[in-house]
């Protein structure tokens, strides 16, 4: 599951937002009021984080590649540009 605008900052635990520990949290946390993307994966999943802080450092990114035993990967990418449009 993806969410945008989370809202979330760094006092708030992931442990918050899934008390059983049934889904690895990913998070870009805004520096800003508002703002934030994440993923829920399920932990019977087998994935790897993906760091894109240095390659997109102006949006908020979340992105992570899924791993099949075929040695197959599927990759996901969420993101948001926390830029205010110019009207």
């Known amino acids: ?5 989370t809202w979330l900052y760094t006092d708030v635990s992931s442990g918050l937002l899934d008390p059983k520990s049934r889904y690895v ?7 800003s009021k508002g703002g934030g993307v994440s993923a829920f994966v399920k ?3 087998n994935i790897v984080a993906i760091d894109m ?3 997109f450092s102006t949006l ?3 992105c992570y590649d899924v791993m099949f035993s075929s040695c197959d990967k599927l990759r ?3 993101c948001i ?6 009207r």
């Open 1 to 5: 599951m993806f969410i945008t605008e």
């Open 76 to 78: 996901f990418l969420w």
């Open 25 to 31: 949290i990913l998070r870009k946390d805004s520096s």
């Open 60 to 62: 908020e990114v979340v």
């Open 81 to 86: 540009d926390p830029t205010p449009l110019l």
């Open 43 to 45: 932990r019977t999943m």
């Open 53 to 55: 802080s240095t390659a």
